[in-house]
């Protein structure tokens, strides 16, 4: 730990605080200002978390100005090209890439906890035909409380542990589910004899008259977008499931709390804005018109998919996923996709528009989630649930690291109050 430290003086009074900085194995330290209340009588303010470290985190590393996204270590570029989406659970989850053994034990697991709960299905038709299946993940993962109660004890490690195996296993089917039911066809069972991705493929598909064969490019597809979503270290969905989880709540209402939090267009939604914005736009010819919408500030117009919090320079899943995208369209869809080329004519207006440029404003990995999401047959209003699948394996990871470590507290941040002072209750004649 370094000895180095930051000194806070109060202009006003001359008072001088000392705070302890904290660095981590990589990226920029933090001042250690959780005494600065006790020791100074003032709070720090930082809407938006701009410049402000919640935890400590051992999971993901994140350079934003250099691209660089680390998975326990490892480049995101060497996993999504060598790894499966199971591996890199091990790996987010356990700290560790498997061995052979371990990963055929640990897909075993995973595998056998894939079956929901038959009245689970009572849940899934009582909601509306149209109903996004956004809002049935959200309640029908939160009522898995409701059902497993011989794991819920969230101070026992093992408990812990079957509940995040629970969760990764049975979100694709849930998904799935919904999906089926907002079609109006009948849930399909998991196969196990399946691969992970097959498996929820083949759940989205198939019906029980007609077999469906996953193909292997959009398997691969798909392993290579959940692996890209596995996790980003403490972005909003994570940070709630965090917030969440750290008053002791479920770990299936934590991730409710995730998936609800995923859903805004700002974060995992944007996947779908993306898509429907392109179909706004409908032709190349009306791209100058929309980028002008999204640099005018009285149009609440905005380019999705353009832009991130913390990548400055460019987004390391989207220049993976931007070479993948020609491949699968290429191979999956038999004619030119006018969307991916409409997506391109944007992407190719806005790197070179001072606007982007100086906000350095690049496309994000769901400017280009979606157009491959919609080669492989998966509905605009899945495209947000894809994406909560896949972070789940990163929501579990991150609240299991939360739930082990003993200086966990329960988050309750303060707030500069610019309200009435006090004053007096009046009777209703009087007011
Ligand atoms: N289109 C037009 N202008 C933009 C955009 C955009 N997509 N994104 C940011 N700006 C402008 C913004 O108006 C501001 O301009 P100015 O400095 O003149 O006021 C400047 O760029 C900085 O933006 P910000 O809103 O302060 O940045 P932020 O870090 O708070 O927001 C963001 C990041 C991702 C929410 C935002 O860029 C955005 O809304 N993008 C579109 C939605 C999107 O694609 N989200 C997916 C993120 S990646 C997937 C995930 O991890 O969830």
Known sequence: MSNETITVINNATGERHDFPLRQGSLGPAAVDISSLYKEAGFFTYDPGFMSTASCNSAITYIDGEEGVLLYRGYPIEQLATKASFLEVAYLLLYGDLPDEKALVDFEKIITRHTMLNENLKDFLDGFHYDAHPMAMLVGVVGSLSAFYHDSLSVNDPRHREISAHRLIAKLPTIAAAAYKH???EPIMYPRNDLRYCANFLHMMFATPCEHYKP????????????????????????????LAGSSGANPFACIAAGIASLWGPAHGGANEAVLDMLLEIGDVKEVP??????????????????????????????????????????EIADVNNPLLELAMKLE???????????????????????????????PRNMFTVMFAVARTVGWVSHWLEMMSDSNNRIGRPRQIYRGPTQRDYLPISKR
Do not use: W
């Open 289 to 330: 018109r929309y980028i002008e919408k999204a640099k005018d500030k009285d149009d609440p117009f905005r380019l999705m998919g353009f832009g991130h919090r913390v990548y400055k320079n460019y987004d390391p899943r989207a220049k993976i996923i931007r070479e993948v995208c020609h491949q699968v369209l290429d």
């Open 182 to 184: 907002s079609v109006g």
């Open 215 to 242: 193909g292997l490019v959009a398997e691969k597809a798909m392993n290579l977008l959940f692996i890209l979503h596995a996790d980003h270290e403490q972005n909003a969905s994570t940070s709630t499931v965090r």
């Open 348 to 378: 190719e207006i806005a790197l070179n528009d001072e606007y982007f440029v100086e906000r350095k404003l690049y496309p994000n990995v769901d400017f280009y989630s979606g157009i491959i999401y919609q080669a492989l047959g998966i």
